[in-house]
């Protein structure tokens, strides 16, 4: 990580922005660095992210020549109770010893694979979010073929959230993972179903007569396609999916070939987070409707943020050594639980 401690680091603002954020709605924070050993900083946030810099890590006890990332993660979720959310940023890069990488990265995404299974199975409420960044790099790196200097380009980190679901979903309401400094590429989240709230309208958002309290019904008039529209209120925080991948249509799957989805969007309201626009034709029987969120189980960015060799650095800056199968670990771990929430409401025909 020495390189991303340079001048200009966008790494530095961004940890910053974020756990200052975060530390506005926590009791405490504690820091820490981690490499073979969790060595606790004792002062506050500010010094943590001044003395951010190679002579202050080369000073931290543990091994930092090769730390194993797959370990590093195991401790991070091992201190996560459901009462803590814990931040690990890393370069995610997986160091090959002796070259020998599929087989190497293969066993690290086994070995993640169990950890974080073993800690859903125990805990069904526990989330992960993997936020890919990009920061300025100028230093040296590590890669199969020896040791390559790099000087002021730009290379990818992650910054992994994990804790309880429900902690999560509460802390981005209130803190946007867009709105971290210098913004993020990507991301990645993994987490059991929930259940939401949602709430059906008319397409002009008024609301519908009250049959009893748990079933609301409404008159829709077709429009000039003959297609019946309507919109759905729902809070979609819980699922932690990010608003790249619920603005894409295609991740809401409906159990009745006359409804769709036509689009989602993001909305500021007190209750919920998402307005979902949905069509029925006029060919649509009298069926009840299942309306899933069901986004892809590894983000196709992961495989092409992919590097197989830990070689040639300098043809592949956007690339991180093994990220496939170090997210493909949590992956496998969550592959049980294909949906994230399930809207449900019934049409009926006079």
């Given at each position: 990580m020495d390189g991303y401690m340079c001048e200009g680091s966008e790494l530095k603002d961004a940890v910053y922005d974020y756990i200052s954020s975060l530390n506005s709605y926590a009791s405490s924070t504690n820091l820490f660095y981690i490499n073979s050993q969790v060595v606790p900083f004792h002062e506050e946030i500010q010094t943590f992210i001044r003395d951010l810099n190679p002579t202050s890590f080369?000073?931290?006890s543990g091994n930092?020549?090769?730390?194993?990332l797959a370990d590093m993660l195991q401790k991070v979720i091992a201190g996560t109770d459901k009462n803590t959310v814990s931040v690990f940023v890393s370069d995610c890069i997986l160091d090959v010893p002796q070259g020998d990488a599929r087989d190497y990265f293969v066993n690290r995404q086994i070995d993640l694979k169990n950890a974080f299974l073993k800690k859903v199975v125990h805990d069904?409420?526990?989330g992960v979010e993997i936020i890919q960044l990009e920061s300025r790099f100028s230093g040296k790196y590590y890669g199969t073929d020896g040791v390559t200097p790099l000087n002021n380009v730009k290379r990818?980190?992650?910054?992994?959230?994990?804790?309880d679901k429900n902690i999560l979903a509460y802390l981005n309401r209130h803190i946007s993972l867009s709105k971290i400094k210098h913004g993020y590429l990507n991301m990645a989240s993994f987490t059991t179903p929930s259940e939401i709230s949602y709430d059906c309208f008319n397409r002009y958002m008024k609301d519908g007569k009250k049959?009893?309290?748990?079933?609301k019904q409404m008159e829709l008039k077709s429009d000039r396609s003959g297609d019946f529209v309507f919109v759905i209120k729902?809070?979609?925080?819980?699922t932690l999916v990010d608003d790249k991948t619920l603005t894409n249509t295609e991740n809401f799957k409906v159990s009745n070939n006359f409804v769709k989805v036509d689009h989602v969007e993001k909305i500021e309201d007190e209750l919920y987070s998402h307005l979902i626009t949905v069509s029925i034709s006029d060919r649509a029987k009298a069926s009840g409707v299942v309306i899933d969120l069901t986004p892809e189980q590894l983000p196709s960015w992961v495989k092409k943020s992919n590097d197989d060799t830990g070689s040639n650095i300098k043809t592949k800056l956007s690339k991180t050594s093994g990220i496939q199968y170090i997210i493909g670990g949590v992956s496998d771990a969550y592959n049980e639980y294909k949906s994230r929430t399930k809207i449900k409401f019934t049409i009926t025909k006079n």
């Amino acid at each position: 990580m020495d390189g991303y401690m340079c001048e200009g680091s966008e790494l530095k603002d961004a940890v910053y922005d974020y756990i200052s954020s975060l530390n506005s709605y926590a009791s405490s924070t504690n820091l820490f660095y981690i490499n073979s050993q969790v060595v606790p900083f004792h002062e506050e946030i500010q010094t943590f992210i001044r003395d951010l810099n190679p002579t202050s890590f080369r000073t931290v006890s543990g091994n930092r020549t090769n730390s194993d990332l797959a370990d590093m993660l195991q401790k991070v979720i091992a201190g996560t109770d459901k009462n803590t959310v814990s931040v690990f940023v890393s370069d995610c890069i997986l160091d090959v010893p002796q070259g020998d990488a599929r087989d190497y990265f293969v066993n690290r995404q086994i070995d993640l694979k169990n950890a974080f299974l073993k800690k859903v199975v125990h805990d069904k409420n526990f989330g992960v979010e993997i936020i890919q960044l990009e920061s300025r790099f100028s230093g040296k790196y590590y890669g199969t073929d020896g040791v390559t200097p790099l000087n002021n380009v730009k290379r990818p980190y992650y910054m992994w959230v994990v804790g309880d679901k429900n902690i999560l979903a509460y802390l981005n309401r209130h803190i946007s993972l867009s709105k971290i400094k210098h913004g993020y590429l990507n991301m990645a989240s993994f987490t059991t179903p929930s259940e939401i709230s949602y709430d059906c309208f008319n397409r002009y958002m008024k609301d519908g007569k009250k049959i009893n309290q748990n079933k609301k019904q409404m008159e829709l008039k077709s429009d000039r396609s003959g297609d019946f529209v309507f919109v759905i209120k729902a809070d979609l925080y819980p699922t932690l999916v990010d608003d790249k991948t619920l603005t894409n249509t295609e991740n809401f799957k409906v159990s009745n070939n006359f409804v769709k989805v036509d689009h989602v969007e993001k909305i500021e309201d007190e209750l919920y987070s998402h307005l979902i626009t949905v069509s029925i034709s006029d060919r649509a029987k009298a069926s009840g409707v299942v309306i899933d969120l069901t986004p892809e189980q590894l983000p196709s960015w992961v495989k092409k943020s992919n590097d197989d060799t830990g070689s040639n650095i300098k043809t592949k800056l956007s690339k991180t050594s093994g990220i496939q199968y170090i997210i493909g670990g949590v992956s496998d771990a969550y592959n049980e639980y294909k949906s994230r929430t399930k809207i449900k409401f019934t049409i009926t025909k006079n």
